[in-house]
């Protein structure tokens, strides 16, 4: 690639002041993950549409399937989709799961204006060296930083863990200040993924973990708190996808009651991504078994950009409060 390119340069924010006002709030900004076209478009019209401010989000593996030129592209044309609606909102633009500093700062020098380093998977003093060597490069920009304590299990991408480690309060302290990160990513038992819980017949989803929570809360008062793997996995999509042919028998995830409480508390960034993902699918799926003489791709992808919308409009009222904070 050729000179880097600043995210002020789109149109873009990072999330420093966003933040801010959530924690003030008592709210949480929207982090979407988005793969093509029609879910950006879902996203910024959503997002327009209640007002929020919001954090599109990008993985290592979107990165790739989309191309980092297109992408940067994409998003130059939802800043001024957002515009040309005539909502003047904060964007955001993210790398979700950063698992190197070579690929943070090829990120942050093509136009990112956030970026998460994980070094979660590795022993606590090299998650802070390579956390604060991304910080110090990214800082340099003006771009914001999120680093993670504590393993989500799950699958995401590329991410894959087989078991979840629970953040230990007494370390985001210590965390926080070798490092210099702008929000911490706390794992209190959210999870990756559509199957977040193994349920036998009759349980209900455990709590999260609030008792972590305020516990990090009391050590870092004020300090970002962001949750990954925060999908409800609506129960209406998983069963539409089964219905028309779909296999995701046991799929389930954290309660929207739950979010709320979270996002009223520290958290002030909450990741939505396997909802999208359940929406667009359960739409394709029911459309296409209902219209089987269909290969228009502007009629399913359609639909379920429709449906896309209609979700993050719920996520942003009813669920994180962020609807109206722009």
């Given amino acids: 690639m050729g000179d880097a390119i600043s995210y002020k340069d789109l149109g873009l924010v990072n999330s420093r002041e966003i933040f801010r006002k959530a924690v003030d709030g008592g709210y949480a900004i929207p982090a979407y993950n988005f793969n093509n076209l029609e879910q950006l478009q879902a996203i910024i019209t959503a997002c327009a549409e209640t007002s929020s401010p919001v954090i599109i989000q990008v993985s290592k593996g979107a990165r790739n399937y989309a191309n980092e030129t297109m992408l940067r592209y994409m998003v130059i044309g939802a800043v001024?989709?957002?515009?040309?609606?005539?909502?003047?909102?904060?964007?955001?633009?993210?790398?979700?799961?950063?698992?190197?500093?070579?690929?943070?700062?090829?990120?942050?020098?093509?136009?990112?204006?956030?970026?998460?380093?994980?070094?979660?998977?590795?022993?606590?003093?090299?998650?802070?060296?390579?956390?604060?060597?991304?910080?110090?490069?990214?800082?340099?920009?003006?771009?914001?930083?999120?680093?993670?304590?504590?393993?989500?299990?799950?699958?995401?991408?590329?991410?894959?863990?087989?078991?979840?480690?629970?953040?230990?309060?007494?370390?985001?302290?210590?965390?926080?200040?070798?490092?210099?990160?702008?929000s911490l990513a706390i794992s209190i038992g959210t999870s990756h993924g559509a199957f977040k819980f193994k349920l036998k017949e009759g349980e209900s989803?455990?709590?999260?973990?609030?008792?972590?929570?305020?516990?990090?809360?009391?050590?870092?008062?004020?300090?970002?708190?962001?949750?990954?793997?925060?999908?409800?996995?609506?129960?209406?999509?998983?069963?539409?996808?089964?219905?028309?042919?779909?296999?995701?028998?046991?799929?389930?995830?954290?309660?929207?009651d739950q979010l709320r409480q979270a996002a009223a508390s520290a958290v002030c960034k909450i990741n939505i991504d396997s909802d999208g993902r359940l929406a667009v699918t359960a739409k394709v799926r029911e459309y296409l078994a209902n219209d089987p003489g269909e290969f228009d791709p502007r009629k399913y992808l359609g639909a379920a950009r429709n449906e896309l919308i209609s979700l993050i409009k719920h996520k942003n009222e009813a669920v994180l409060g962020s609807a109206g904070k722009a």
């Fill in 80 to 182: 001024q989709m957002a515009k040309e609606m005539g909502a003047d909102i904060p964007i955001v633009l993210h790398l979700d799961h950063g698992d190197s500093f070579e690929l943070c700062k090829n990120c942050i020098d093509s136009g990112f204006s956030s970026i998460m380093i994980d070094g979660s998977h590795l022993p606590y003093d090299e998650n802070v060296a390579l956390t604060r060597q991304v910080v110090e490069y990214a800082h340099a920009h003006d771009v914001t930083v999120e680093g993670e304590l504590g393993v989500l299990a799950g699958i995401e991408d590329d991410v894959v863990a087989e078991k979840s480690t629970y953040t230990q309060p007494e370390e985001v302290e210590d965390f926080v200040q070798k490092t210099g990160v702008d």
């Fill in 205 to 256: 989803v455990p709590p999260l973990r609030f008792d972590i929570l305020e516990e990090c809360e009391k050590r870092i008062p004020g300090f970002p708190i962001v949750l990954h793997g925060a999908s409800s996995v609506v129960p209406e999509y998983v069963a539409l996808i089964n219905q028309y042919g779909g296999k995701m028998d046991g799929a389930v995830g954290v309660p929207e």
